[in-house]
């Protein structure tokens, strides 16, 4: 009896501990996504303004409220609708909890960032073994791309937790012999990739990924449809009623106006720039010649060890995992691509857009890496041993740096340059009840904590001439820091205004109001 009991004993210790890792791991990730947003931390990303805001409305019971109008508007609020409310929904329970607005939305951070570790590290370990858990984990922590999300206020932490929701509760469908388990856990892949879709709207990618490997799990068809349909079913129901609330509320029909956009190849190029920086990683001020070629090597690499372990591995579930996982990076790969081309051409492929594939891949090759490491000798080891650890690094050193200077300058609004503005200042003594308009909101927000108007986007006669009326009626002052905003006017501009005024000037920008 002892004998055949022991093969039960060494699997229940292995699951306890690494669950225990997935603990410790998670615990550890959030203590350290507190410890680089502490002072002069968090950073504050313009999309901050729009998070913080409508955070602070919902728990005031006002609703999803941003601190950021259009010009022509009276009111200097306007309904959220660029970015979905999963994020603004977790700051506001913190808020309702009692936490200061930064530390609501660190806390936020922090919860989502162990348990996006703590899953990674249990997924990986229950394919592969506790080592590749680990070891995910730990290019993770040294990965730039994957720490940087967690700088700043910002969605990305919460929607990686998801999508690795997502994706264990897929795996855990896929363990499922009986089909009401496996409906169950098609339910809660669902409920993960909806949360998902209610973070970032490219969360629809997950949706899908879900839906399909629900469909393409072995059953009968019937079966499969229905596994289909109960994962896509809260997607429909939470992201409908948003879209209803959207439209109730601020009267939007589109969340983006689609179109045919150009400049796709500018982007593509971006892309590449973001995969070769994460693949040969360097610090600010450094170069190496042939980088490109290096991370294209070292991609071939890669790709050739996780396919090689994908093909000789006898294992199923290692091969099951590997599959769900390309198919979300696919599906959301589909998603950023046609979101770029038809619904913003101002979409990125930077660091915070690439974060999931990065994240997904490095499962992958977790994966993938240890079942073609069990195939090979000690020689072939070696070679890979030392290509992970330069790796590692290289990584480790650009992260610990791009921490530090966070640390010590401030990421974005973070930084001296917003904190201790001089216009700011003049707004705060001289302007303290008049309706502000400039062409950087959000930095009014994080330190006046008041509404402002946008500016126009475009300087036309006819409109600047809007614009003054506009400012006149309203009792309103301008204004314009020195630093360019992206999608307004700027003091050049308004300078050219027939019915506007400078009325002061100061070290970072100038005031103007309207002439009588």
């Known amino acids: 009896m002892r004998q055949s009991d022991l093969p039960n004993i060494l699997r229940s210790r292995k699951s306890l501990a690494g669950f225990l890792a997935a603990l410790l791991a998670g615990a550890l990730a959030a203590t350290m996504a507190v410890a680089i947003t502490s002072s002069p931390g968090p950073g504050l990303d313009p999309d901050s303004a729009s998070y913080l805001g409508a955070a602070e409305s919902l728990a005031k019971s006002d609703g999803y409220r ?180 959207l439209h109730l509320t601020s009267g939007a029909r589109d969340i983006r106006t689609l179109n045919a956009y150009g400049g796709f190849l500018e982007t593509v190029r971006m892309g590449i720039d973001t995969i070769v920086a994460w693949m040969v990683p360097l610090m600010s001020d450094q170069t190496l010649p042939g980088r490109e070629w290096l991370a294209l090597i070292a991609i071939v690499a890669l790709v050739g060890i996780t396919v090689s372990g994908y093909r000789t591995s006898a294992d199923s579930l290692a091969k099951r995992t590997i599959g769900a996982t390309i198919t979300i990076a696919s599906c959301y790969v589909v998603v950023l691509v046609a979101s770029r081309l038809l619904a913003d051409p101002g979409i990125p492929f930077d660091n915070r857009l690439l974060a999931p594939l990065f994240l997904l891949t490095a499962i992958i090759a977790a994966i993938g890496i240890r079942e073609w490491w069990r195939q090979h000798r000690l020689p072939a080891r070696v070679a890979c041993g030392a290509l992970l650890m330069t790796w590692f690094a290289a990584s480790a050193t650009v992260t610990q740096d791009e921490v530090s200077w966070a640390l010590e300058n401030g990421q974005d609004f973070a930084q001296d340059q917003w904190s201790k503005s001089p216009l700011l200042a003049w707004a705060q003594s001289n302007a303290p009840s008049r309706p502000l308009y400039t062409n950087w909101p959000a930095a009014v927000f994080f330190y006046l904590h008041r509404t402002s108007h946008e500016m126009p986007r475009d300087g036309t006669a006819e409109l600047l001439r809007a614009f003054a009326d506009t400012v006149r009626a309203r009792n309103g002052v301008v204004i314009v820091f020195d630093q360019p905003s992206p999608d307004q006017i700027g003091a050049e501009a308004l300078q050219a205004a027939s019915g506007l005024r400078q009325t002061a000037r100061v070290a970072d920008g100038s005031v103007f109001t309207a002439l009588p």
């Open 66 to 245: 941003i601190p950021i109008a259009d010009w022509l508007t009276r009111d200097s609020t306007s309904a959220l609708a660029h970015f979905p409310p999963g994020y603004p929904t977790a700051i506001a329970l913190m808020l309702r909890a009692g936490l200061p607005p930064m530390s609501a939305a660190r806390a936020v951070n922090a919860a989502a960032v162990f348990v996006g570790i703590a899953l990674t590290l249990w997924l990986v370990a229950s394919v592969s073994g506790l080592t590749a858990g680990i070891a995910v984990t730990l290019a993770l922590f040294a990965m730039p791309a994957f720490v940087e999300q967690h700088l700043s206020v910002l969605s990305e932490p919460l929607f990686l937790a998801c999508i690795i929701g997502a994706l264990g509760a897929m795996m855990s469908a896929s363990r499922q012999s009986e089909e009401r388990e496996v409906l169950k856990c098609a339910v809660i892949a669902g409920i993960a990739a909806a949360l998902a879709m209610l973070t970032r709207y490219a969360g629809a990618a997950i949706v899908g990924a879900v839906a399909l490997w629900m469909l393409w799990r072995p059953g009968a068809p019937v079966a499969r449809l229905r596994r289909a349909v109960a994962s896509a079913l809260p997607a429909i129901a939470l992201v409908g009623w948003w879209l209803i609330h």
